[in-house]
């Protein structure tokens, strides 16, 4: 995946690569990081063909609170 130079355009922007060995994991993960930190939310999950486990990638504003659900 490539990444756009606006995603860490400003100081507090971060772009997150969550890898793990299973979906319900890397979800979990991205729940977590969204009660956090204002994030691109729960983004989609793929495989790479040949590697062990999944990965996603999240956009997070660490300077904005995310949601307390």
């Given at each position: 995946m490539e990444m756009d130079d606006q995603h860490i355009a400003e100081?507090?922007?971060?772009?997150?690569?969550?890898?793990?060995?299973?979906?319900d994991t890397v979800r979990t993960v991205m729940e977590g990081l969204q009660r956090k930190w204002a994030t691109s939310g729960i983004t989609p999950v793929w495989r790479t063909p040949g590697e062990a486990g999944v990965r996603a990638r999240v956009y997070a504003d660490v300077h904005r609170s995310g949601t307390t659900h």
């Open positions: 100081p507090g922007l971060v772009v997150l690569d969550v890898a793990a060995a299973d979906e």
